[in-house]
């Protein structure tokens, strides 16, 4: 077996994680939007939302299992787990173990989402807006594929997709709130006919 497969193991697990984790966030906001009119229906949409999270989950698992188990860099269970305790690239390295935690709050809270306060959710969710810079600011700064053009290409792809519909939801949400605040009337009768 090639003595590197840890090395090319920790590699692309760590790019299909952050690729997954894009489509997640990505499938949130189209879900969160209603930006493609019912097609797919928003069961759907928000099915493979909570599927894509948790295979984002595995693949950050497999990740540190490739990091532990290859010799190239030496990473422990400290340097996995405690920000700034590695000797490679200590900064880049933090802002993953940063987003691993925030990755499994996201997870854990969407998992017992009915058993929390929907405020609590709501705020901890928000969270996967940082969770998604911290890891492009972790694989840019620590990932040795980071200069390929290919992922160059795939990265500005994925920022410019969740700017843009994150934009659009923000200029949404303010739109619907302004037209709630000027006709009050009108919104208990849209949420009427919505529940109904």
């Not at 690729?19 to 493609?36: C, K």
């Not at 969710?125 to 390929?148: C, E, K, P, Q, R």
């Not at 997709?161 to 709130?177: A, D, E, K, N, P």
Request: glycine fraction near 8%.
């Amino acid at each position: 077996m090639n003595e590197q497969i840890w090395w090319y193991t920790a590699r692309a697990s760590g790019i299909v994680a952050l690729a997954i984790l894009t489509a997640s966030i990505v499938w949130g906001l189209l879900y969160s939007n209603r930006i493609l009119n019912g097609r797919p229906t928003a069961k759907w949409l928000l099915d493979l939302h909570r599927f894509l999270g948790g295979l984002a989950v595995t693949f950050t698992a497999v990740h540190l299992a490739g990091l532990v188990a290859d010799s190239y860099v030496e990473f422990g269970w400290s340097e996995l787990f405690i920000p700034m305790a590695s000797a490679w690239k200590p900064g880049p390295v933090a802002w993953g173990v940063v987003g691993l935690y925030l990755l499994a709050s996201v997870e854990l809270t969407s998992l017992l989402m009915k058993h929390l306060p929907r405020k609590l959710w709501r705020t901890v969710h928000f969270g996967s807006y940082a969770l998604f810079w911290m890891a492009i600011v972790h694989g840019a700064a620590s990932g040795t594929d980071a200069h390929n053009p290919a992922y160059l290409a795939a990265t500005a792809t994925s920022v410019l997709l969740v700017v843009f519909l994150t934009g659009y939801r923000v200029l949404t949400s303010r739109r619907v709130r302004r037209a709630s605040a000027s006709a009050p009337g009108a919104a208990v009768v849209q949420i009427r006919s919505a529940a109904a």
